[in-house]
């Protein structure tokens, strides 16, 4: 299989690449060569599903150890160490529900504006795109390559893939 090296799964892939030679930069202290170089050329398609996986679980892993650094630094001492005055507690639950609220408020406004972005391309579409065009070939898109990894897996047989084509969204 060959995939469009422009394709979001295929981007995601060598970002978890990076991800994963960053991982092991920081926690060992040697120095290894770039996995995304090493796989520019191609992989295997249970290789690509393994990366992805990887790398995400090592994203998530390290941001919670941030998110863990910061509700050590912020909210433990007030846990730990007991406000003396009604004030203190009041200041800060206030604090808190205005955190929320900016959070609420910043996640309204990304729906919003994700929103009002999609009804506008979806505008656009229909406004410049010929609807009698048929689709030649189906695309390699990331379902269709979680299908094949299944049957890959089912089978003890993963295909090659190469990152070249230009034939998948």
């Not at 090592?58 to 160490?81: D, H, K, Q, R, S």
């Not at 795109?129 to 299908?147: N, Q, R, T, V, Y």
């Not at 299944?150 to 090659?160: F, N």
Request: one cysteine or more; proline letters at 2%; aromatic letters at 16%.
């Amino acid at each position: 299989m060959t995939l469009n090296p422009n394709a979001w799964f295929v981007k995601w892939f060598f970002w978890s690449c990076h991800m994963i030679d960053h991982f092991w930069l920081t926690q060992s202290g040697r120095f290894y060569s770039s996995r995304a170089k090493k796989y520019k050329n191609g992989t295997n398609l249970c290789h690509f599903f393994r990366t992805l996986l990887w790398g995400s679980l090592m994203t998530v892993a390290v941001a919670g150890l941030y998110l863990y650094g910061i509700f050590v630094i912020l909210i433990l001492p007030f846990i730990e160490f007991q406000t003396r005055s009604i004030f203190e507690v009041i200041g800060i639950i206030l604090a808190i529900l205005a955190g929320l609220a900016i959070l609420v408020g910043s996640i309204w406004g990304l729906i919003h504006v994700f929103v009002i972005t999609l009804e506008r391309i979806r505008d656009w579409r229909e406004a410049n795109c010929d609807k009698s065009i048929e689709k030649i070939k189906p695309k390699l898109g990331f379902i269709f390559l979680a299908m094949e990894y299944l049957r890959a897996i089912k089978q003890r047989i993963c295909p090659l893939i190469s990152f070249g084509g230009t034939d998948n969204a």
